[in-house]
């Protein structure tokens, strides 16, 4: 029977005998479920349904999906919502739907975090491994004492929570030490490793051993304090034998090896030995006025050869010992010569405009000028040692053409005795000081 060809009155009682099987047939689905319903209880309820049903099966469709009645096999109405599909299943995974899917833990009808079920719709607990809105950590479990507290909160000495492990807060006081731990009560009223810092400490870090930063005596340790502290090999940091780090220099001066720009390197760190504490050459003429040097550089008016301080030297308008004039200056022909000796004919050394010397003699006059064509002609014949073609002194021919050098036995122009390099005469025939 078709449903358009019954009465209204008909259509009324089908549609109540519809609801009917209905009613029982989700009784029968809720019995299934109760452990206490009786196998009878079911059969007498499946034949209420079946008969419910015959009108349905006689001429009207069973409910179907998207018809707005949640009927048998259908979890939702209407479909293609986003909670509800095209079969009339609930969608999984939408949450904030107000309905707990499989895949999630709690469903509040939102999708806001630090209410208790966060936006993903899973429990908001410490120990999930989910840094929560609430939380200051989240280290997967709910065991103190790893950094982060059961209750998801940070531990550490300071944090004015005594955490796991420790005996007080705040540290660095009196009754509290810097590890937070009660310090003996002995040192209470001050003392090192008390873990306060007293007026007479560098620094107390709760304890009295060594190479931690703060030594057993209460004392930074840090290179550069001047104190050998543990780790250290050398003070101060930052000399030619220790480096920034109080290690000692790898290549340094001192090693026995030269290494630029080192210009010596005796294996010692002393001046005076010829290779300075900086590994420098100690020689007079170096521009430098090393150890046991009076005066740089030598062999000036005022430095000997020596780089010793010359007291009394020509030119300084006063005659001194051993000098026979002294005019202010070093100048030749001037009548005082750069020796401050007297220049005149018959000194016994030819001075400026002289020729020869001694004077009256068969090859100079008394004038000084030659008469004779031997010495002085510029040819070396015995018994002459050199011939420069003149016969004046102090030019390295004397006027008897011998050799003028210091050393070799006679007093030469210039010089002032022999043999050089004695007590009483220096090595350039000068009278030692």
Same mark, same amino acid.
């Given at each position: 029977?078709?449903?358009?060809?019954?009465?209204?009155?008909?259509?009324?009682?089908?549609?109540?005998?519809?609801?009917?099987?209905?009613?029982?047939?989700?009784?029968?689905?809720?019995?299934?479920?109760?452990?206490?319903?009786?196998?009878?209880?079911?059969?007498?309820?499946?034949?209420?349904?079946?008969?419910?049903?015959?009108?349905?099966?006689?001429?009207?469709?069973?409910?179907?999906?998207?018809?707005?009645?949640?009927?048998?096999?259908?979890?939702?109405?209407?479909?293609?919502?986003?909670?509800?599909?095209?079969?009339?299943?609930?969608?999984?995974?939408?949450?904030?739907?107000?309905?707990?899917?499989?895949? #999630?833990? !709690? *469903? %509040?009808? &939102? /999708?806001? $975090? @630090? +209410?208790?079920?966060?936006?993903?719709?899973?429990?908001?607990? =410490?120990?999930?491994?989910?840094?929560?809105?609430? #939380?200051? !950590? *989240? %280290?997967? &479990? /709910?065991? $103190? @004492? +790893?950094?982060?507290?059961?209750?998801?909160?940070?531990?550490? =000495?300071?944090?004015?929570?005594?955490?796991?492990? #420790?005996? !007080? *807060?705040?540290?660095?006081?009196? $009754?509290?030490?810097?590890?937070?731990?009660?310090?003996?009560?002995?040192?209470?009223?001050?003392?090192?490793?008390?873990?306060?810092?007293?007026?007479?400490?560098?620094?107390?870090?709760?304890?009295?051993?060594?190479?931690?930063?703060?030594?057993?005596?209460?004392?930074?340790?840090?290179?550069?304090?001047?104190?050998?502290?543990?780790?250290?090999?050398?003070?101060?940091?930052?000399?030619?034998?220790?480096?920034?780090?109080?290690?000692?220099?790898?290549?340094?001066?001192?090693?026995?090896?030269?290494?630029?720009?080192?210009?010596?390197?005796?294996?010692?760190?002393?001046?005076?030995?010829?290779?300075?504490?900086?590994?420098?050459?100690?020689?007079?003429?170096?521009?430098?006025?090393?150890?046991?040097?009076?005066?740089?550089?030598?062999?000036?008016?005022?430095?000997?050869?020596?780089?010793?301080?010359?007291?009394?030297?020509?030119?300084?308008?006063?005659?001194?010992?051993?000098?026979?004039?002294?005019?202010?200056?070093?100048?030749?022909?001037?009548?005082?010569?750069?020796?401050?000796?007297?220049?005149?004919?018959?000194?016994?050394?030819?001075?400026?405009?002289?020729?020869?010397?001694?004077?009256?003699?068969?090859?100079?006059?008394?004038?000084?000028?030659?008469?004779?064509?031997?010495?002085?002609?510029?040819?070396?014949?015995?018994?002459?040692?050199?011939?420069?073609?003149?016969?004046?002194?102090?030019?390295?021919?004397?006027?008897?053409?011998?050799?003028?050098?210091?050393?070799?036995?006679?007093?030469?122009?210039?010089?002032?005795?022999?043999?050089?390099?004695?007590?009483?005469?220096?090595?350039?025939?000068?009278?030692?000081?």
């Amino acid at each position: 029977m078709r449903p358009d060809t019954l009465s209204s009155g008909e259509r009324r009682v089908v549609a109540a005998r519809a609801l009917l099987g209905a009613s029982i047939a989700l009784h029968l689905l809720s019995a299934c479920k109760d452990d206490r319903t009786t196998l009878r209880e079911i059969q007498a309820l499946s034949v209420a349904s079946a008969d419910a049903g015959t009108d349905i099966r006689a001429g009207l469709s069973p409910p179907a999906c998207g018809d707005s009645v949640v009927g048998p096999g259908e979890d939702c109405e209407p479909p293609g919502t986003p909670s509800c599909n095209h079969e009339c299943r609930r969608s999984s995974g939408v949450c904030g739907d107000r309905v707990v899917d499989i895949d #999630e833990q !709690c *469903e %509040d009808g &939102n /999708t806001r $975090s @630090g +209410d208790g079920c966060s936006r993903t719709c899973s429990w908001e607990v =410490c120990g999930n491994g989910l840094r929560e809105a609430n #939380e200051e !950590c *989240e %280290d997967a &479990n /709910t065991e $103190s @004492g +790893d950094g982060c507290s059961e209750s998801c909160l940070v531990e550490f =000495c300071g944090n004015a929570r005594i955490d796991f492990g #420790e005996a !007080c *807060e705040p540290p660095g006081i009196d $009754s509290c030490n810097v590890r937070c731990q009660l310090p003996p009560a002995a040192s209470r009223q001050g003392g090192c490793g008390n873990g306060v810092q007293d007026a007479n400490e560098e620094c107390d870090d709760g304890n009295t051993l060594e190479a931690d930063g703060c030594s057993g005596g209460c004392e930074l340790e840090a290179c550069g304090n001047a104190r050998l502290d543990p780790g250290e090999l050398c003070e101060p940091p930052n000399t030619p034998v220790c480096d920034a780090r109080c290690f000692p220099r790898t290549q340094r001066c001192g090693d026995r090896l030269i290494q630029p720009p080192e210009q010596c390197d005796d294996g010692g760190l002393l001046d005076g030995d010829g290779c300075s504490a900086l590994c420098e050459l100690e020689v007079c003429g170096n521009s430098r006025l090393d150890l046991g040097e009076e005066c740089e550089p030598p062999s000036t008016a005022a430095c000997d050869a020596f780089c010793r301080r010359i007291t009394r030297f020509c030119g300084n308008r006063v005659i001194d010992d051993a000098e026979e004039c002294d005019d202010g200056n070093v100048l030749l022909g001037d009548g005082c010569d750069m020796r401050c000796e007297l220049e005149f004919c018959g000194n016994g050394r030819i001075d400026p405009g002289e020729e020869c010397e001694l004077p009256g003699t068969a090859v100079c006059s008394a004038s000084c000028r030659r008469t004779s064509s031997e010495c002085g002609d510029g040819s070396v014949e015995a018994p002459e040692e050199c011939d420069d073609g003149n016969t004046l002194e102090a030019d390295g021919c004397s006027g008897g053409c011998e050799l003028e050098i210091c050393g070799n036995g006679r007093i030469d122009a210039r010089e002032f005795c022999e043999p050089p390099d004695t007590p009483s005469c220096d090595a350039r025939c000068f009278p030692a000081q």
